[in-house]
C-alpha cells in the first residue's frame, strides 16, 4: 500500500442530526469524510519508491532516512516550533506534502492534533494527510488530541475517519488515553459517537480498567454511568 494512501473509516452510530448539529465551520466543509474519499492522493515529498521509509527506517545506519524537500522540512520545524500559520500556510499554498515526515517519523497532522490546530488538521485532511499514521512519540493523531484534551479536534478526526480503535504505540487507543488522564469532555465526545466503551487496549484492559489504575474517579463514574461493566473490570 502506497505511503499516501487513505485509510477511511465508518464512526459507528454517525447520523445525519450529529453532523446536522456540528460547528459551523463543519458545515462549511460539508464534513471531511467525502473529502477524504474523492481528494487526489498527495504527492510524496521526493521521487523515491513506495515503502521506502520503511525500509530505511529498520537498516537507517546503511540506507539513511529518506530525504526531504526544503519546504517539508520547514513544515514539520514549524510544527514542532509551535508556529502554526506559517505552517498553515506551507500546506495551504501546496509547497509543502501533507504527508512529509522527518528522518525520525514526525508526522505534522499528529503534532497539530495535539496542539488542538483545527484549520490546519482540516487543511492536512483535505490535502491527504494518513488519519491514522503514528508519529515518533507513538500517538496517532486522534489519541494525541484525546490525551491532550482538544474535543473539537477529536470530533473533527472521528468524523473524518479517524479509527476509535486504532492503537498507539503504547497499546492505547483514544478512550483509554483520555480515561487515563481523566479528560471528561474528551470521554464524552468519544461516547457520544460510539466508540466501543468495553474496547481493549494491548494490555487486554478497558478504558474503565485504565481510568481505575490511574485513579481518575470521575472518569470512572463517567464510564460507569455510559453503561461500562464495572463486574467485568479487571478480569478479562
Not at 500500500?1 to 462549511?28: F, I, N, Q, T, Y
Not at 510544527?79 to 505534522?108: C, F, I, M, P, Y
Not at 474503565?208 to 467485568?232: C, F, P, T
Request: aromatic content about 2%; charged content about 25%.
Amino acid at each position: 500500500m502506497r505511503l499516501e494512501a487513505l485509510l477511511p473509516r465508518a464512526v459507528a452510530g454517525l447520523s445525519l442530526a450529529l453532523l446536522a448539529g456540528a460547528a459551523p465551520a463543519w458545515e462549511a466543509d460539508r464534513s471531511l469524510a467525502p473529502w477524504q474519499r474523492t481528494a487526489a492522493p498527495a504527492q510524496r515529498s521526493t521521487a523515491v519508491e513506495p515503502l521506502e521509509w520503511e525500509r530505511r527506517l529498520r537498516a537507517a545506519d546503511r540506507m539513511g532516512p529518506v530525504p526531504l524537500r526544503s519546504a517539508d522540512a520547514a513544515l514539520l520545524a514549524a510544527a514542532r516550533a509551535s508556529r502554526w500559520e506559517e505552517a498553515l500556510r506551507l500546506v495551504k499554498t501546496g509547497q509543502a506534502a501533507a504527508n512529509a515526515r522527518d528522518e525520525s517519523g514526525g508526522h505534522t497532522l499528529v503534532l497539530a492534533a495535539r496542539a488542538g490546530q483545527d484549520e490546519l488538521v482540516r487543511e492536512l485532511l483535505k490535502r491527504g494527510a494518513d488519519i491514522d499514521r503514528v508519529n515518533d512519540d507513538g500517538f496517532n493523531a486522534l489519541g494525541a488530541a484525546a490525551f491532550a484534551a482538544r474535543r473539537s479536534t477529536v470530533r473533527l478526526l472521528l468524523l473524518a475517519g479517524a479509527d476509535p480503535q486504532r492503537q498507539g504505540a503504547s497499546g492505547q487507543t483514544a478512550l483509554h488515553l483520555a480515561a487515563m488522564g481523566g479528560q471528561l469532555n474528551v470521554m464524552e465526545e468519544l461516547l457520544r459517537l460510539k466508540v466501543d466503551i468495553e474496547g481493549l487496549n494491548r494490555q487486554r484492559e478497558s478504558a474503565l480498567d485504565v481510568a481505575a489504575n490511574a485513579g481518575q474517579q470521575e472518569a470512572m463514574s463517567l464510564l460507569i454511568d455510559a453503561g461500562a461493566d464495572a463486574n467485568r473490570a479487571g478480569r478479562r
